[in-house]
């Protein structure tokens, strides 16, 4: 039998092997070797005993059968997920020709009503005042079927489509592309997770998600976005909610609302519950938000849906970028999600939650996680969020245009990144000298580096004002700081081609208002259909941008 081992070669004298090739059978044997190997390197052909084969010498028939069944599989798959996107597109579609169909029914009862007005009024100007019923039709009540459209939108507005729709929040298949190990935090995070809806009587308000963060004494509490409870058409606390909390596990309990703050959108929700809820708390840590660092963003935002009561997951990466919320604190990432994802976590590839989401078209905008563990403090130790306004409106350094950093830099940006100055609001704040386009990098001698860690520090310093004056005077008023707090920030100026570090006193004596930003969730186009002035359907849209 021929060995069909590879050997390795051994030396031959340079002058022999030239001698070799020179002769003329050598070269014939040569070529039609070259011409042989070469079909069969076309013929995608490698020899057995090439040591650059690496295909591997022999497969059995089991692995090549399972190779089949593995690729039989993922065709399925493949053509299931196809299936499963077609059905969903024709869903909408329907969806939305039926919304069509309402606003044509609708529109022609409203026309077919100014018509019989017009002829009423001419009927009574004629002297013609004869109410009685001549049909023979006495006794038979025929039913009235009537359209109701609330928030309705104005013409060219685009399109109606589905509210809360899901086809934007990721895939059964989105993590993936990830390790096992990012699959099972996520698993173990939505065990905590609940879905939540809120009515206010037999109306709708909204539906999101949450984290529950606490099970004590029989309660368990969970942190989610205020617009559970806001009012639709102003920003105020709709008045005793009713609110659905729908676990993982499919059963549904009734919540509460425990606090409240409309600065960073966020509430708590307690949840009386006889068995134990699985909780999980925010992180703490401020490092994974500093773009100085050199360190994996890679992120998963998780939703809930309620019924039925299935997760929701999107993957992505932080985006140095600023959200156009009001918020200063606010974080950006690329994570696709819809509404229903609205207060659900942000988690990183460690299993941290690293904070709570929002809702908009083009991004999802968080809370950073450290801000939303200081707003749960505040909340347990004074009821409400304690932060000094100050006046300033600031964004990240980082997040500005690169012709506005090019300025900066060519007059000298600071080592550490900070934020600039973009709006001065207060009257307390123009007293001093720190105008729009200044970069401030430290408060009170503490150093930060973006809006975000700026809004932790002025919480910290804005709970311990106020614990310092429960001591003395319990019974102040929370609207007021009734001694003046200052704020000495480490400005750097721009006055024309001249740059200068100064340090600027701010003095404070109010507390930052609930309601100061606005969070521009759209309203929903709500279709109601009666029957003889009885409510029998009612169905959500939005518009197409």
């Known amino acids: 039998m021929a ?37 069969s390197y076309l013929c995608g052909q490698v020899p057995k005993s090439s040591r650059y084969n690496l295909r591997g010498r022999d497969i059995d028939l089991a692995t090549q059968s399972r190779r089949e069944e593995h690729k039989i599989e993922r065709e399925k798959c493949i053509e299931t997920k196809r299936l499963r996107k077609e059905q969903k597109m024709r869903e909408d579609r329907e969806c939305v020709d039926r919304a069509l169909r309402a606003r044509a029914i609708l529109d022609a009862q409203s026309k077919a009503w ?244 929002f809702y908009d078209k083009k991004e999802t905008p968080f809370l950073p996680s450290f801000i939303v563990l200081k707003c749960l403090q505040h909340f347990d130790i004074f009821g409400k969020v304690i932060r000094p306004l100050h006046g300033l409106r600031v964004k990240t350094l980082y997040e500005a245009n690169l012709s506005l950093l090019e300025k900066k830099v060519q007059s000298g940006i600071p080592e550490r990144c900070g934020v600039i100055v973009v709006k001065v609001e207060e009257p307390s704040a123009e007293l001093s000298e720190i105008k729009v386009g200044d970069i401030i990098t430290h408060v009170d001698g503490v150093p930060f580096s973006n809006a975000a860690e700026l809004g932790g520090i002025l919480l910290d310093m804005g709970g311990k004002l106020w614990l310092d004056r429960q001591k003395l005077n319990p019974s102040d008023d929370f609207n007021q700081t009734a001694a003046v707090m200052s704020l000495k920030f480490h400005v750097r100026t721009y006055r024309g081609d001249k740059s200068e570090v100064t340090t600027q006193k701010i003095d404070v004596n109010k507390f930052t208002p609930s309601r100061l930003n606005r969070w521009p969730l759209p309203k929903p186009i709500i279709l109601r259909q009666y029957a003889n002035g009885k409510l029998i359907d009612e169905e959500w849209y939005t518009t197409g941008v």
């Open 114 to 357: 100014k018509e019989e007005q017009r002829k009423l009024r001419l009927s009574k100007q004629a002297g013609d005042n004869n109410d009685g019923d001549f049909s023979g039709n006495k006794g038979k009540k025929e039913t009235v079927h009537t359209w109701e459209i609330v928030n309705k939108p104005s013409k060219g507005s685009g399109e109606w489509l589905p509210y809360e729709s899901d086809d934007e929040f990721g895939t059964e298949f989105e993590l993936k592309h990830t390790s096992w190990e990012v699959e099972k935090f996520t698993l173990e995070l939505a065990r905590c997770m609940v879905g939540l809806e809120s009515f206010t009587g037999d109306t709708k308000i909204f539906s999101c998600s949450g984290t529950i963060v606490e099970y004590v004494d029989d309660t368990g509490y969970v942190v989610t976005s205020a617009s559970l409870v806001r009012c639709p058409d102003k920003d105020e606390q709709v008045d005793k909610p009713k609110i659905n909390v729908w676990l993982a596990s499919g059963q549904k309990l009734e919540g509460f609302v425990s606090n409240v703050d409309f600065y960073y959108n966020i509430c708590v929700i307690k949840v009386p519950c006889t068995f134990h809820l699985p909780s999980k708390s925010f992180s703490p840590n401020t490092g994974f938000f500093n773009f100085y660092e050199n360190h994996t963003r890679d992120v998963v935002a998780l939703g809930r849906s309620c019924e039925p009561c299935s997760l929701k997951v999107a993957s992505g990466k932080l985006i140095p970028r600023r959200s156009r919320f009001d918020c200063e604190e606010l974080m950006v990432s690329s994570c696709e999600i819809s509404k229903r994802g609205v207060g659900g976590p942000l988690m990183d590839f460690d299993g941290n939650v690293t904070g709570m989401n």
């Open 3 to 39: 060995d069909t081992e590879d050997h390795e070669p051994s030396f031959v004298p340079q002058p022999l092997l030239d001698a070799v090739d020179a002769s003329p059978q050598r070269r014939e044997t040569h070529a039609d070797s070259t011409i042989e190997s070469s079909s």
